[in-house]
């Protein structure tokens, strides 16, 4: 199966490898980058336009938010988005799918729909 090449949007650095290992190892995910804020994110998006299958995005960031990214036009084509936020409210969740987002998840108990979300979308891509 093909990996779906991933960058990740979290500026916990606890967070981000705990989840970097974690898609590793159950998933058919290659992370490909990381950023810790909108900006870095936004700038590395746009530079790898059509380079990565999937983004996963936090809401809260060290600077900006996970808003800001998926409101910006990086080119997203067939890259999938999702959110994966402590902050997956109705209200937000409702926010994230207007922007573009293709699933938002909870990161306190959701990471297995996470994980199952990228291993359906690799076999989507074969």
């Known amino acids: 199966m093909a990996k779906l090449k991933t960058y990740i949007v979290e500026d916990s650095p ?10 590793e190892e159950l998933a058919p ?3 490909v980058g990381t950023a810790e804020t909108e900006e870095a994110a936004t700038q590395w998006l746009m530079a790898h336009r059509g380079d990565v299958d999937l983004v996963i995005v936090d809401i809260f960031l060290k600077s900006g938010s996970g808003l800001g990214v998926l409101a910006a036009d990086w080119g997203r084509s067939a ?3 999702v959110v994966l ?3 997956a409210t109705a209200d937000m969740r ?3 799918l207007d ?3 293709d699933h938002v998840f909870d990161k306190s108990n959701e990471i297995d729909l996470l994980v199952g979300f990228c291993i359906s979308s690799a076999e989507e891509m074969q």
């Open 14 to 23: 606890v967070i981000r490898e705990n989840l970097i290992a974690t898609l």
């Open 29 to 31: 995910v290659e992370v």
């Open 79 to 81: 890259t999938r988005v």
């Open 85 to 87: 936020s402590n902050y």
């Open 94 to 96: 409702r926010k994230c």
């Open 99 to 101: 922007l573009g987002a």
